[in-house]
């Protein structure tokens, strides 16, 4: 049963000598093999950080952030350096400022190049009326300037000349069915109440760039424009000459800086007397012996490990497996982590998906266009992410969708097996009643291992009650099967029938008086072995419709050239929209018979995902001979 299980663990307690601290420390974290924890220990007092700490995290910010502005360059792998050189580094390093420095310039040429837009956009709107911007700070005299639609704007300037306010109003087109506005009032008279609520924009009129009339704005704009663009273009080539000598170095520097600050910051987690520190965290039990042995070579056997008890504290759960079967565990975890005191079902479902996506899809065609598709997004989607997992799990099930589709000599609806070796498995069509009967089988089977499952949690976890209700439910599915099966269909003899079918009535009542709040799930003994059959539903729904796409539409060049490109176009797309048909419901329906039908029975999940104090060095290499 250990393939049923995530990693053993046991919890362990480092105590050391504190001189050692930083080289435990730096060992620790590059055996990666600890999942720190805070100790409970009351008479001891906390640990903080490292007094450097602040030191490497303001490093860490200043590097991460000037990388952020270069051009990416290939990385050359660099030896880790010790952490006192790594912040002198940083410090000396001036391309930092001066990367900095070029940026915050061109964001401030940005901005001066908005605010040269906008001036030049307003003196656009007012060329040729005879008004000079840098006149409009008269004492006695305000000017506004507003956007608007056609039907605003001849509104505004028919209340100002209704209300008789001494001003002057300038029209002028700004687009199409837009116009703009500029007024020039008398200060004495406000014309706030004349525009207010009215679907208006007003133009800032205050811009240090409007000076002068509106074709010598409009000038200084394009000459000011050239020479941005100037300064602009010579910032890009300093910045990109800084990323070809620079990246590399700082990108190094800044794995370093990351690896030396969660150093710094993991004895927050400790706890301490004046001379001695203390660790605790979980390890996987087959490195006891390795923890034990480096922890004495690092610190001239000065350091103790005892193995502690747990005190009710819920392991965390870690897996081992080859690395193109992980992405299952991805899915699993995605769903919910599963606990490490219970049966971990990721093999089964390793097994089972496969087997349902191929019975669904069944077709060589589909299951090669389903390879090719999966392929393309994991060479374009983050391997830590989502979709690139989901794509490779997809990609092993579309292997199995090409082992359904020859066993059943299916190739895009065609029967070509007999041009590559004289053999089919079995029919779609001939063999549908033993289909589905190998379904169902399937899906009892299946649902009697969740609920066996189930019962090893609950006994496990000192629900005998519980424990015994899925055992008794597993009679009722088992022998209730045998007991239909008998009845109905004369697959057993009528003593074993009935003797199946009492056996089953009376697990029936007991799981209901067993399982107390779960006896409302009782009928889901029934109902989700037999929703297996959506295998045979499915996977027999995508035959007949590529048959008779085949049928309907296989273009033949005696019809004419015009006949057999349209009836191509028409046979191509229709066997697209029935695979990807095919595909969406393989997927969904064999996670849905995985995830609700088979983990309901037993899965409690919400565990806590094994952690390990340690870091993925991509860019730097460890000098230590310690570790």
Same mark, same amino acid.
């Given at each position: 049963?250990?393939?049923?299980?995530?990693?053993?663990?046991?919890?362990?307690?480092?105590?050391?000598?504190?001189?050692d601290?930083?080289?435990?420390?730096?060992?620790?974290?590059?055996?990666?093999?600890?999942?720190?924890?805070?100790?409970?220990?009351?008479?001891?007092?906390?640990?903080?950080?490292?007094?450097?700490?602040?030191?490497?995290?303001?490093?860490?910010?200043k590097?991460?952030?000037?990388?952020?502005?270069?051009?990416?360059?290939?990385?050359?792998?660099?030896?880790?350096?010790?952490?006192?050189?790594?912040?002198?580094?940083?410090?000396?390093?001036r391309?930092?400022?001066?990367?900095?420095?070029?940026?915050?310039?061109?964001?401030?040429?940005s901005?001066?190049?908005?605010?040269?837009?906008?001036?030049?956009?307003?003196?656009?709107?007012?060329?040729?009326?005879?008004?000079?911007?840098?006149?409009?700070?008269?004492?006695?005299?305000?000017?506004?300037?507003?956007?608007?639609?056609?039907?605003?704007?001849?509104?505004?300037?028919?209340?100002?000349?209704?209300?008789?306010v001494?001003?002057?109003?300038?029209?002028?087109?700004?687009?199409?069915?837009?116009?703009?506005?500029?007024?020039?009032?008398?200060?004495?008279?406000?014309?706030?109440?004349?525009?207010?609520?009215?679907?208006?924009?007003?133009?800032?009129?205050?811009?240090?760039?409007?000076?002068?009339?509106?074709?010598?704005?409009?000038?200084?704009?394009?000459?000011?424009?050239?020479?941005?663009?100037?300064?602009?273009?010579?910032?890009?080539?300093?910045?990109?000459?800084?990323?070809?000598?620079?990246?590399?170095?700082?990108?190094?520097?800044?794995?370093?800086?990351?690896?030396?600050?969660?150093?710094?910051?993991?004895?927050?987690?400790?706890k301490?007397?004046?001379?001695?520190?203390?660790?605790?965290?979980?390890?996987?039990?087959?490195?006891?012996?390795?923890?034990?042995?480096?922890?004495?070579?690092?610190?001239?056997?000065?350091?103790?490990?005892?193995?502690?008890?747990?005190?009710?504290?819920?392991?965390?759960?870690?897996?081992?497996?080859?690395?193109?079967?992980?992405?299952?565990?991805?899915?699993?975890?995605?769903y919910?982590?599963?606990?490490?005191?219970?049966?971990?079902?990721?093999?089964?479902?390793?097994?089972?998906?496969?087997?349902f996506?191929?019975?669904?899809?069944?077709?060589?065609?589909?299951?090669?266009?389903?390879?090719?598709?999966?392929?393309?997004?994991?060479?374009?989607?983050?391997?830590?992410?989502?979709?690139?997992?989901?794509?490779?799990?997809?990609?092993?099930n579309?292997?199995?969708?090409?082992?359904?589709?020859?066993?059943?000599?299916?190739?895009?609806?065609?029967?070509?097996?007999?041009?590559?070796?004289?053999?089919?498995?079995?029919?779609?069509?001939?063999? %549908? *009643?033993? =289909?589905?009967?190998?379904? /169902? +089988? !399937?899906?009892?089977?299946?649902? &009697?291992?969740?609920l066996?499952?189930?019962?090893?949690?609950?006994?496990?976890?000192?629900?005998?009650?519980?424990?015994?209700?899925?055992?008794?439910?597993?009679?009722?599915?088992?022998?209730g099967?045998?007991?239909?099966?008998?009845?109905?269909?004369?697959?057993f003899?009528?003593?074993?029938?009935?003797?199946?079918?009492?056996?089953?009535?009376?697990?029936?009542?007991?799981?209901?008086?067993?399982?107390?709040?779960?006896?409302?799930?009782?009928?889901?003994?029934?109902?989700?072995?037999?929703?297996?059959?959506?295998?045979?539903?499915?996977?027999?729904?995508?035959?007949?419709?590529?048959?008779?796409?085949?049928?309907?539409? %296989? *273009?033949? =060049?005696?019809?004419?050239? /015009? +006949? !057999?490109?349209?009836?191509?176009? &028409?046979?191509?797309?229709?066997?697209?929209?029935?695979?990807?048909?095919?595909?969406?419901?393989?997927?969904?329906?064999?996670?849905?018979l995985?995830?609700?039908?088979?983990?309901?029975?037993?899965y409690?999940?919400?565990?806590?995902?094994?952690?390990?104090?340690?870091?993925?060095?991509?860019?730097?290499?460890?000098?230590?001979?310690?570790?």
């Amino acid at each position: 049963m250990y393939v049923l299980r995530t990693e053993p663990m046991q919890k362990v307690r480092i105590i050391s000598i504190e001189r050692d601290k930083s080289t435990v420390i730096a060992a620790l974290h590059a055996m990666g093999a600890i999942d720190l924890r805070k100790t409970h220990i009351d008479n001891l007092q906390d640990d903080k950080p490292a007094d450097y700490a602040n030191d490497l995290s303001d490093a860490l910010i200043k590097v991460s952030g000037a990388l952020q502005l270069l051009t990416s360059h290939p990385v050359r792998v660099a030896h880790h350096i010790r952490r006192e050189k790594i912040i002198d580094e940083v410090g000396k390093h001036r391309e930092l400022d001066t990367i900095y420095a070029l940026d915050a310039e061109r964001k401030s040429i940005s901005d001066e190049v908005r605010s040269l837009n906008y001036a030049a956009g307003i003196a656009t709107y007012f060329r040729g009326i005879g008004i000079d911007f840098s006149r409009m700070a008269g004492s006695h005299i305000g000017y506004k300037a507003f956007e608007s639609d056609k039907k605003s704007a001849y509104e505004i300037k028919r209340r100002i000349e209704n209300a008789k306010v001494h001003s002057e109003v300038h029209m002028a087109k700004a687009g199409k069915k837009r116009y703009a506005l500029l007024i020039a009032y008398d200060k004495s008279k406000p014309i706030e109440d004349i525009y207010r609520g009215m679907p208006v924009i007003e133009l800032d009129l205050t811009s240090k760039y409007l000076s002068g009339t509106p074709e010598k704005v409009i000038q200084n704009s394009l000459e000011k424009a050239k020479e941005n663009s100037r300064r602009l273009a010579e910032i890009s080539k300093e910045m990109l000459e800084i990323s070809r000598r620079h990246y590399s170095d700082l990108t190094n520097l800044k794995e370093m800086l990351e690896i030396e600050l969660e150093r710094a910051e993991a004895s927050s987690n400790f706890k301490r007397t004046e001379s001695t520190f203390v660790i605790e965290g979980w390890v996987q039990k087959r490195q006891v012996g390795e923890l034990r042995s480096r922890m004495a070579s690092v610190t001239d056997g000065h350091a103790s490990i005892e193995l502690i008890d747990s005190g009710g504290e819920l392991a965390p759960t870690h897996t081992r497996r080859p690395k193109f079967l992980q992405p299952f565990d991805y899915m699993v975890n995605f769903y919910s982590v599963p606990r490490s005191d219970e049966i971990d079902p990721t093999w089964i479902f390793i097994i089972s998906f496969p087997i349902f996506y191929g019975l669904m899809v069944t077709d060589v065609g589909y299951g090669l266009a389903s390879l090719i598709m999966a392929t393309l997004i994991t060479k374009r989607t983050d391997p830590d992410g989502l979709m690139y997992n989901a794509a490779k799990i997809w990609q092993l099930n579309s292997v199995a969708a090409m082992i359904f589709g020859f066993l059943s000599n299916e190739w895009f609806g065609f029967q070509l097996n007999q041009y590559i070796a004289p053999f089919q498995g079995f029919s779609w069509f001939k063999d %549908t *009643p033993a =289909l589905i009967a190998i379904t /169902v +089988i !399937f899906g009892v089977v299946q649902v &009697i291992l969740g609920l066996g499952i189930g019962a090893i949690n609950a006994r496990s976890h000192g629900h005998k009650k519980m424990a015994i209700a899925k055992v008794t439910s597993m009679l009722v599915v088992g022998l209730g099967t045998v007991a239909v099966a008998g009845a109905f269909f004369g697959a057993f003899n009528a003593l074993i029938t009935e003797i199946s079918g009492a056996i089953a009535i009376v697990s029936l009542l007991l799981t209901g008086i067993l399982s107390g709040t779960e006896a409302t799930e009782i009928t889901n003994l029934i109902t989700h072995p037999m929703s297996y059959a959506r295998l045979m539903g499915f996977g027999l729904g995508s035959v007949i419709i590529a048959y008779l796409i085949d049928m309907a539409f %296989t *273009p033949h =060049l005696s019809s004419g050239i /015009v +006949i !057999f490109v349209l009836y191509m176009i &028409i046979f191509v797309v229709l066997q697209f929209l029935n695979m990807t048909l095919a595909i969406f419901e393989g997927i969904v329906q064999g996670v849905r018979l995985n995830f609700v039908e088979f983990f309901s029975k037993f899965y409690i999940g919400n565990g806590i995902r094994f952690r390990p104090f340690g870091y993925k060095r991509v860019y730097t290499k460890d000098n230590s001979k310690n570790w």
